[in-house]
């Protein structure tokens, strides 16, 4: 049985909304349950601009973003950014403590009927290898780049999402702190292979194997697909 089809984009394109210069190209791409895809591409061929086009965080200039075979209505936008989540290369926390940032998701509207679980959120931590009692009560300010990037992946994770949207994620990372974060992704995967999916950016072709199993390479703002990764 085929893997249900989570994520399509249909001739989506991006423009300079000073300049006017095509930024992305009509770029159509499609995501299924279970796949792990790396976007990879030249620095300026699009990838990230792509990517933000994917996850509904800048407008669309034409095309359209299915999600599970139906249009992403402006309706429709919150409960798909609740299942499609969107991880930067640079994590933007909260001050306050880590547990006060692993808390904030769950005073919003769109995850009304959730509840915090302090042992999911120590499970994912400890997943990346850190030890959740002593880092659940440090100042989001005070952690390394590493260890903040771990705390907002965590955040992410703890929310259950179907597929995520991964921007250069350890781009900044010291190698330590890309690993513990490609195993803290591997971890939440494994729960639910079969059904999580991800889209990887990443300049680096070691892990863009390691991550993934099929490859999408974006040259001048459009992609196109490769063979199998592995």
Same mark, same amino acid.
């Given at each position: ?28 791409? =499609? ?11 030249? =620095? ?9 086009? @994917?996850?509904?965080?800048?407008? @669309? ?24 989540? *969107? ?5 933007? @926390? ?16 769109? *995850?009304?009927?959730?509840? *915090? ?6 499970? +994912? ?24 990037? !771990? ?7 703890? +929310? ?5 949207? @991964? ?9 330590? =702190? ?5 195993? +803290? ?8 292979? /079969? ?5 990887? !950016? =990443? ?16 040259? /001048? ?7 199998? /990764?592995?």
């Amino acid at each position: 049985m085929a893997a249900s089809l989570l994520i399509e984009t249909r001739a989506i394109t991006r423009r300079d909304p000073r300049s006017g210069q095509v930024l992305l190209h009509p770029a159509d791409f =499609s995501l299924h349950q279970g796949e792990r895809v790396a976007l990879v591409g030249a =620095s300026g061929s699009g990838k990230s601009v792509f990517m933000r086009a @994917l996850a509904l965080l800048d407008p @669309l200039d034409g095309g359209t973003v299915h999600w599970q075979g139906r249009s992403v209505s402006h309706r429709r936008v919150p409960a798909y950014r609740r299942h499609v989540a *969107y991880l930067r290369q640079r994590p933007a @926390l909260l001050d306050g403590t880590v547990e006060e940032n692993l808390r904030y998701p769950y005073s919003l509207h769109v *995850y009304r009927g959730m509840r *915090y679980d302090p042992g999911k959120a120590r499970g +994912l931590l400890a997943a990346a290898g850190r030890d959740a009692d002593a880092l659940l009560g440090r100042q989001a300010g005070d952690l390394s780049g590493g260890e903040a990037q !771990i705390v907002a992946l965590a955040r992410t994770l703890q +929310l259950d999402p179907q597929a995520l949207l @991964l921007d250069e994620p350890t781009a900044s990372l010291d190698p330590d =702190s890309a690993l513990a974060v490609e195993a +803290l992704i591997a971890r939440w995967l494994q729960d639910d292979p /079969a059904r999580r999916a991800t889209l990887w !950016i =990443s300049h680096d072709p070691a892990q863009a194997r390691r991550v993934s199993t099929r490859h999408v390479a974006m040259q /001048a703002g459009g992609t196109l697909n490769t063979e199998s /990764a592995q």
